[in-house]
């Protein structure tokens, strides 16, 4: 990560002993997942966040690195403290300049919800998540109630909380481990720091007993659509001294198409119908067309990348039908081989992809032959 990013710390070192069992909640399965990758795939896809440092365990570290290493940046051993394990997590991730907390029994965070502590934390130094009471708040002793309180400036906190990483280090190191403090926000407190409150998310439950693990499962069932579609559309010009690459595969022709990386336009539909039916960001978001590092990029690869953050987010492509339009050259020829190589890319049998290619009939552009087109469906299903 470069130096002045944002470092998400997702805290899983807990033992759990409010859940039955002896495995810890971050760990359990829900729909055949880890909790705690729910979250790490929610930063992953988040484009605010730059790099996430996983807290665990000591004697899990090696299991979860193993599983997760490829999606993180690092993956450490927290302490007996909550407190010990966050200030390991920024032990972990020294370039940051912002630093984002969130829970690992917490699976339903979204890229809304991060984004939206994120900008409050950026206005004040420290933001969290949080939702007002709504029931009516007793004050008890022992089976008796003492008073009723005043619910209209309670909040109840959530996670992702948000800090500028200097403050966060500073509270870390000034209050003392034995203050009564049960997050990070807290400790912000405890040194005067100003802490912003945000609407959080009343789905972003955070799994403690066995409980919250069935309404877990309950909300993951009816939000989970067994199937979803996106449409991608991408068109490039043609351009001299460029080869001519369309799905993977490279044609004889006097020009090329103009782009960033090869410029291979039915990929690109591609891509964006996928990431469209997985809920994400579309490609150039993805890839940026002004970052260096994409220049001249072979599209199959991105296409592959695609595919593997489509399974991240717990889609598999189902399948894809996809028509080119060029006035030149023929396609037809090619088309198997394109078939071929993007469903390579994808990760899916041959079968699963169909390539048109056809003419606009000397009509536009496109019929003038100034460049090409491609259109593209994607069908994914939900792989848990």
């Known amino acids: 990560m470069s130096a002045g990013g944002v470092g998400a710390v997702i805290v899983a070192a807990g033992r759990s002993t409010r859940l ?15 909790i705690v990758e729910y979250a790490v795939a929610a930063f992953a896809r988040c484009p605010r966040v730059d790099a996430t440092a996983v807290v ?15 999606r993180v940046a690092a993956v450490v051993a927290g302490g007996a403290e909550r407190r010990q394990s966050v200030a390991a997590g920024l032990d972990a991730l020294p370039g940051a300049a912002w630093i984002v907390v969130h829970d690992g029994a917490r699976p339903f965070v979204t890229d809304t919800l991060i984004t939206r502590v994120l900008d409050a934390a950026a206005r004040t130094g420290a933001a969290t998540a949080g939702l007002p009471v ?7 002793a022992g089976d008796r109630v003492r008073r009723t309180v005043d619910r209209a400036p309670l909040w109840t906190v959530q996670t992702p909380q948000a800090f500028h990483a200097d403050l966060l ?21 405890r040194i005067g720091g100003e802490v912003a409150v945000v609407p959080g998310d009343p ?24 199937v979803r579609v996106g449409m991608g559309y991408d068109v490039h010009r043609f351009a001299p001294d460029r080869p001519l690459v369309l799905g993977g595969v490279r044609i004889a022709h006097p020009r090329g198409l103009e782009g960033h990386s090869d410029a291979d336009a039915l990929a690109h539909a591609i891509a964006d119908a996928v990431l469209g039916a997985a809920g994400e960001r579309d490609i150039g978001r993805q890839f940026p067309p002004d970052d260096p590092a994409y220049r ?3 599209s199959m690869g991105l296409l592959a990348r695609v595919a593997a953050r489509a399974r991240d987010a717990g889609w598999e492509v189902a399948n894809v039908d996809a028509v080119v339009v060029a006035e030149a050259p023929r396609l037809a020829s090619h088309v198997d081989a394109m078939c071929e190589r993007i469903a390579a890319a994808l990760g899916v049998p041959a079968d699963r992809v169909a390539v048109k290619a ?6 536009g552009a496109l019929g003038r032959g100034d460049g090409v087109a491609a259109q593209a469906v ?3 299903r939900r792989l848990w």
């Open 378 to 380: 994607a069908l994914v």
């Open 134 to 140: 709504t029931d009516t708040v007793k004050e008890v």
């Open 20 to 34: 039955p069992g002896r495995v810890p909640k971050p760990f359990r399965t829900l729909g055949g997942r880890w």
């Open 56 to 70: 665990v365990a000591a004697d899990q570290v090696d299991a979860v690195r193993e599983r997760l290493g490829g």
């Open 296 to 298: 001249g990029a072979d």
């Open 358 to 363: 056809t003419t606009s009939e000397g009509l």
């Open 203 to 226: 789905r972003n439950l955070k799994i403690t007993t066995a409980d919250d693990l069935e309404r877990a499962r309950d909300q993951l069932a009816a939000e989970a659509a067994p």
């Open 169 to 189: 280090r500073e509270a870390h190191r000034r209050v003392s481990a034995d203050a009564p403090v049960t997050d990070d926000a807290g400790l912000v407190e």
